[in-house]
């Protein structure tokens, strides 16, 4: 299997510009989601989605915007980039079904080192 | 608030003795406890979690984890560290009720060094 795949690996935009990070998995996972990686602040959690046309709102929205039209795709848009979303980015995927005790283990992709310049 | 404490930015050990990585949380109802690895520039790998049951959890690579419920806490040990260990540690816990249910909330990460 190849879990959770994400790209590009590595961005360099300039501020304002507007980009999309790809996330997909192959393992019929409902509950997709993204975080950002920030030095000393850990991961934290900017938009999610527990299925197919469902997407919600984490830690740290602004800026960014989701979209959720299958179960395996869950791209990250950033409408125009700020020197501020300099950061590297996780998507992740878990089998969970909304309402139900969520222990399923979350698998994470490689990451997306983005840099706006 | 939902929020998870990983107090020491840094351990340091030498290869051979045990290893100690502290976690406490603070989360409504009976969390799910978890901890990952990260390794240079690569993705979280899952190491264990605890759901429920024995106190005790192994996992990968020789790890394992004390879940402590009076002390809210969730140590990850292992009893003999190697160097290839050296790597950026993060618990996360997952609240199994209320508004939050399913998310994962991470502590701030841990930076293991292991000395040969």
């Known amino acids: 299997n190849a879990g959770v795949t994400q790209t590009p690996k590595f961005q360099v935009l300039k501020t304002g510009q507007s980009m999309t990070l790809q996330c997909a998995q192959d393992?019929?996972?409902?509950?997709m989601s993204w975080y950002r990686q920030d030095p000393g602040m850990g991961l934290r959690l900017i938009h999610y989605?527990?299925?197919?046309?469902?997407?919600d709102q984490g830690e740290v929205p602004n800026g960014y915007n989701v979209s959720r039209s299958t179960t395996e795709d869950f791209p990250l848009r950033l409408l125009s980039a700020a020197p501020s979303q300099t950061s590297v980015y996780f998507c992740?995927?878990?089998?969970?079904?909304?309402?139900?005790?969520?222990?399923?283990?979350?698998?994470f992709g490689e990451g997306s080192w983005l840099t706006v310049v | 608030a939902q929020s998870v404490a990983q107090p020491e930015d840094q351990v340091n050990v030498a290869e051979g003795n045990p290893l100690t990585v502290k976690c406490t949380y603070s989360?409504?109802?009976?969390?799910?406890l978890f901890w990952y690895v990260q390794y240079p520039n690569r993705g979280l790998q899952f190491l264990l979690k605890?759901?429920?049951?024995?106190?005790l959890v192994k996992g990968s690579y020789g790890f394992e984890a004390e879940f402590n419920k009076s002390q809210t806490s969730f140590h990850l040990k292992k009893p003999s560290a190697l160097v290839s260990d050296s790597a950026l540690y993060f618990c996360?816990?997952?609240?199994?009720?209320?508004?939050?249910?399913?998310?994962?909330?991470f502590g701030r990460g841990t930076q293991l060094t292991v000395w040969p």
């Open positions: 996360a816990v997952r609240p199994d009720r209320g508004s939050t249910l399913g998310r994962l909330y």
């Open positions: 992740a995927s878990s089998y969970s079904f909304p309402g139900q005790p969520s222990g399923n283990t979350i698998y």
């Open positions: 989605s527990v299925g197919a046309g469902i997407t």
């Open positions: 989360v409504s109802g009976n969390p799910y």
């Open positions: 605890y759901i429920t049951g024995d106190n």
């Open positions: 393992m019929n996972h409902e509950y």
